[in-house]
């Protein structure tokens, strides 16, 4: 039932069930410092059954988080998996609601497992599964994203962090661009690294949120801030989330790819994704093999006047 949802007012605890769980999560440590891990989960998972079985979720969560850090420790990943499996799977069929409290505990779960490890990812898609069944059904909980980020950021691993906060608002996710370009690219890499994450935006349908994105991270990149001629591919930026609902983009494609009579079949057979993949990555091409960035600019201009 909601009522008993993780972080909210707990039913009154039937406390010879508690007892009873508490000695059995005695013997699992028991049974864990002994070495004996199948046993050990064993014994975890009828514990949590019991705590389920009267509703008292708070109480359940707690009891196994802390042993999915000990599999964890002990390299029992597939143990370790399966517990925090059952924990969104709880979530998922008693329809418990999205709270933060929840986010915050599925994050610190994701957060045991090694970065690379195959758990992670499925405990991750699963999560996302729950907040979209239970929450929002179309991308899951802009929450969950958010802290999937910042455990990846911690990690180093900036391109996972950027893909979790395109799921988040405009803001944060220029933000963490502004950041990784300051810290990690080079001076002539500020466009590109925001044309990868716009790019992506368009192509997940997700115009509003590119359109956003790119304003505030020129607003406040201090590459890009006080400058009166923003670079080519910022410009192009601009010119393509104008093009990508309009017939524009079929024009743009006929300038840059100079297509024969048949382009006009093959624009209406591809997805319109592909094309803004392509012309994104045509000018970036041209801008890591051209010495003089003239031949960007002039391309810049002949979409300037089919937009006019």
């Known amino acids: 039932m909601a009522s008993a949802a993780y972080g909210g007012a707990p039913p009154v605890a039937d406390s010879r069930t508690r007892s009873a769980a508490m000695k059995m999560l005695k013997k699992a ?40 850090l000990l599999f964890t420790r002990c390299k029992c990943i597939d143990l370790a998996k399966d517990l925090a499996l059952l924990i969104i799977e709880t979530l998922t069929d008693r329809r418990i609601p999205v709270t933060t409290a929840i986010l915050e505990n599925l994050s610190s779960i994701c957060g045991m497992f090694d970065s690379d490890s195959d758990a992670r990812v499925t405990i991750i898609e699963k999560a996302i599964l729950y907040t979209k069944a239970v929450g929002n059904p179309e991308h899951g909980d802009n929450r969950l994203y958010k802290l999937l980020a910042e455990m990846y950021w911690k990690e180093k691993n900036f391109g996972m962090a950027i893909k979790c906060l395109m799921y988040g608002n405009a803001e944060t996710l220029a933000g963490a661009l502004v950041d990784l370009s300051i810290t990690f690219g080079y001076n002539d890499e500020a466009d590109l690294i925001i044309t990868n994450c716009i790019l992506q935006l368009l192509c997940s349908n997700r115009k509003n949120i590119a359109a956003a994105t790119l304003q505030h991270y020129v607003k406040t990149h201090p590459q890009l801030s006080g400058s009166r001629a923003p670079l080519p591919l910022i410009n192009f930026l601009n010119y393509v989330i104008r093009a990508v609902e309009t ?20 624009i209406e057979d591809t997805d319109k994704s592909y094309i803004v993949e392509s012309l994104t990555r045509y000018l970036m091409e041209r801008k890591q093999d051209s010495s003089n960035s003239d031949d960007v600019v002039e391309d810049a201009r002949s979409v300037n006047d089919l937009m006019n």
């Open 247 to 266: 017939y524009y983009l079929t024009q743009i494609g006929k300038v840059y790819f100079k297509k024969t009579m048949s382009f006009n079949t093959f």
């Open 29 to 68: 440590e028991m049974k864990y410092n002994e070495g004996d891990f199948y046993e050990a989960h064993q014994i975890y998972r009828i514990a949590y059954a019991r705590f389920r079985a009267k509703e008292l979720y708070n109480d359940a969560m707690e009891a196994i988080r802390p042993a999915i």
